[in-house]
Nanobody, 123 residues
Framework: QVQVVESGGGLVQPGGSLTLTCQAS????????MGWYRQAPGKEREMVGI???????TIASAMRGRFVLSRDNAKNTVDLEMRSLKPEDTAIYYC?????????????????WGRGTQVTVSS
């Protein structure tokens, strides 16, 4: 089975920084896309950034310049470094991974989500 675990959330003041870490593990051939999404209260879940296995990265335009993705394929981790945080960045941040794994019917690519980590930006 595949496990996806987020860590690093917490309370931070406006203008502050925070780094979230996603650790993926399991019996897989590879992890393809690894990324972060967030969901604020009363809003739909939105994409924050995605890192491909090639290390090509996409950051949502609203967060570009403040958020940085770093991926370590040897450790199966993807970090989200967040700077100049604003109250509107308050949300639950979820890690999403695409895993290529063995199944009884052959290799398949399946998507997995972590349980999320709360980020609160407030003075």
């Amino acid at each position: 089975q595949v496990q996806v675990v987020e860590s690093g959330g917490g309370l931070v003041q406006p203008g502050g920084s925070l780094t979230l870490t996603c650790q993926a593990s399991g019996n897989v051939y590879a992890f393809y896309d690894m990324g972060w999404y967030r969901q604020a209260p009363g809003k739909e879940r939105e994409m924050v950034g995605i890192s491909q296995i090639s290390n090509d990265k996409t950051i949502a335009s609203a967060m570009r310049g403040r958020f940085v993705l770093s991926r370590d394929n040897a450790k199966n981790t993807v970090d989200l470094e967040m700077r100049s945080l604003k109250p509107e960045d308050t949300a639950i941040y979820y890690c999403n991974v695409q895993a290529r794994l063995p199944t009884p019917s052959g290799p398949k690519t399946i998507e997995f989500w972590g349980r999320g980590t709360q980020v609160t930006v407030s003075s």
